[in-house]
């Protein structure tokens, strides 16, 4: 008896071109505009759903899907798919991460030359009737600062186009190497640096907590007052009040912005400002890239059906049960002392050196060292990190990936030290499960027992070990408002280097910490959010 063919179910508009690949291998019903609840009531004889942005893909509707192998979004972005839900019901969940990289790259591109010459208002002048050339005198990009902020797939694509402008390029992403950036023909910057130079400015950043607002008043107070900004990546990356007042106050010379914080937008402050160019998110919207995003997930989903690996897995495929157990504990802490090493590091990120001591070293690990990535990355990359990805992504930014194992474990059962090595220097945190709860025992040099409480935030000083050092800390906490809730000390020896470690219950003030690093024994001071 042949093999009964595979059911996929299409519920937003995809380009017909893009499905070729899968409707060889399998049954293709088109059924667009379709609600929650008819989705629920059908998807049970589905194998797998492809979506773009317009489908919710919540956990009622993947619950459903009792023979559901797959979800593919059409696209970057998974916001509108519960990767958890698909995770935790053992669905495969990929999206078609380097569809709309040109796409978004060239409307990047379009948006600031439309700006550089005034296009989009002389357009509209002239169609009122008015010839006003002297109006809309442009500038030319030929020997400008652009500042790349995000040097991901969009903004390394930017970045080796803008070359044929001879425009110098200047840029941040703290992921991504120096050898790396220098091929792409960026310099890497602080953002200080990058604001008070650049003549224009694009972001390619995801929206996270971390980057929400992340060009401000503050920064856009460091401008020229021709500087140009272009966002094509996420809304909420700036401060749409603040970049209005700037316009208007004539610090910022205009903007181009096609993406918003909420969508569809049909109202937005951004509309009343003539130096303001919008466009309603059209980054990924040519014929090409919707073919190739939609030929990407179809073959996807193709070759899962064909029972081979998928090249964009969002979620983490099959684990034997035996390592999952030994391991799901470890996967919070690798991303929780990734973390914490990156907040701590200073310069460029160079390599990431994984070493596992003790039980967990008897395991397969690609699942932590997938964790350890995917926490480096969380706070500065729109990629989903997984074991099927991980080395690909590090090596595409530049960086390297060494793991050690031994199996033998002092101090600990299991040990689990991550540490980064950069321009400036080697970071160094290390962590272990106790009674089932996340501790980090190391940071540096220094041997510790850190219960990283979510919420919490950690003021680490490194500092020379004296009588009274912590208390005219304290003093400077207290009067400062700021609650201490737990303290830690690691020193090297007596009156010797040492590193204080305060969890607080509210952060503290830039001016607290001041006074701290004012002190005399300080080395260094660091705030740290979890």
């Known amino acids: 008896m042949a093999e009964k063919r595979k059911k996929v179910l299409v519920t937003d508009e995809i380009s017909e071109e893009g499905l070729e690949p899968l409707r060889k291998e399998a049954q293709v019903d088109y059924?667009?505009?379709?609600?929650?609840?008819?989705?629920?009531?059908?998807i049970g004889d589905y194998d797998a759903l492809m979506v773009r942005s317009q489908t919710k893909v919540t956990a009622p509707i993947i619950e459903a899907g009792k023979k559901l192998q797959i979800i593919a979004r059409a696209g970057v972005g998974i916001d509108n798919v519960d990767v958890e839900a698909a995770t935790r019901c053992g669905v495969v969940v990929v999206?078609?991460?380097?569809?709309?990289?040109?796409?978004?790259?060239?409307?990047?591109?379009?948006?600031?030359?439309?700006?550089?010459?005034?296009?989009?208002?002389?357009?509209?002048s002239l169609k009122s009737c008015q010839w006003k050339r002297n109006d809309f005198m442009g500038t030319e990009l030929r020997g400008k600062t652009l500042g790349i902020i995000g040097l991901g797939n969009v903004g390394s694509e930017v970045a080796k186009r803008m070359q044929a402008f001879d425009m110098r390029l200047i840029g941040i992403d703290p992921l991504v190497s120096e050898e790396y950036a220098k091929k792409i023909g960026v310099t890497l910057v602080e953002l200080k640096q990058l604001m008070q130079e650049s003549d224009f400015i694009t972001l390619h950043i995801p929206l996270t907590p971390q980057t929400k607002g992340y060009i401000g008043k503050k920064e856009l107070a460091?401008?020229?007052?021709?500087?140009?900004?272009?966002?094509?990546?996420?809304?909420?990356?700036?401060?749409?009040?603040?970049?209005?007042?700037?316009?208007?106050?004539?610090?910022?010379?205009?903007?181009?912005?096609?993406?918003?914080?909420?969508?569809?937008?049909?109202?937005?402050?951004l509309f009343k400002e003539d130096k303001i160019i919008v466009t309603p998110h059209l980054g990924a919207s040519t014929t090409e890239a919707q073919v190739l995003a939609a030929r990407d997930v179809a073959e996807q989903i193709a070759d899962m059906f064909k029972g081979l690996p998928v090249r964009a897995a969002i979620n983490v495929p099959y684990i034997p049960s035996e390592t999952l157990t030994a391991l799901t504990p470890y996967l919070k802490l690798a991303k929780t002392i990734c973390i914490l090493a990156y907040k701590l590091a200073e310069g460029q990120s160079k390599s990431i050196r994984i070493i596992y001591n003790g039980d967990i070293a008897n395991y397969d690990t690609n699942v932590l060292k997938a964790a350890v990535v995917g926490g480096l990355l969380s706070?500065?990359?729109?990629?989903?990190?997984?074991?099927?990805?991980?080395?690909?992504?590090?090596?595409?930014?530049?960086?390297?990936?060494?793991?050690?194992?031994?199996?033998?474990?002092?101090?600990?059962?299991?040990?689990?030290?991550?540490?980064?090595?950069?321009?400036?220097?080697?970071?160094?945190?290390?962590?272990?499960?106790?009674?089932?709860?996340?501790?980090?025992?190391?940071?540096?040099?220094?041997?510790?027992?850190?219960?990283?409480?979510?919420?919490a935030y950690f003021l680490f000083s490194d500092h020379h070990d004296r009588p009274g050092f912590i208390g005219s800390v304290g003093k400077i906490t207290g009067d400062a408002n700021v609650n201490i809730s737990s303290m830690h000390l690691g020193r090297l020896k007596p009156r010797g280097q040492a590193l204080l470690v305060l969890i607080l219950d509210e952060p503290l003030p830039v001016e607290a910490q001041q006074k701290i690093m004012a002190l005399p024994e300080v080395k260094s001071v660091k705030l740290v959010a979890l």
């Open 379 to 455: 706070g500065y990359s729109e990629e989903r990190v997984n074991i099927v990805n991980c080395n690909v992504i590090a090596a595409k930014r530049g960086l390297t990936i060494i793991e050690e194992k031994d199996t033998n474990c002092a101090n600990y059962t299991s040990l689990l030290t991550v540490e980064i090595t950069t321009t400036t220097g080697v970071w160094t945190v290390a962590g272990t499960i106790m009674n089932g709860e996340s501790h980090i025992v190391r940071v540096n040099d220094y041997w510790l027992d850190i219960v990283p409480t979510p919420g």
């Open 31 to 42: 059924k667009v505009g379709l609600k929650p609840d008819e989705i629920i009531a059908i």
């Open 95 to 124: 999206n078609a991460p380097t569809g709309n990289t040109v796409s978004a790259a060239e409307h990047t591109i379009a948006l600031m030359l439309a700006m550089a010459r005034n296009i989009p208002q002389a357009n509209a």
């Open 222 to 269: 460091l401008s020229k007052p021709n500087m140009r900004i272009v966002n094509c990546a996420r809304g909420g990356l700036i401060d749409d009040a603040e970049l209005v007042k700037a316009i208007h106050e004539k610090r910022v010379a205009g903007a181009a912005v096609d993406v918003f914080d909420k969508e569809p937008c049909t109202d937005s402050i």
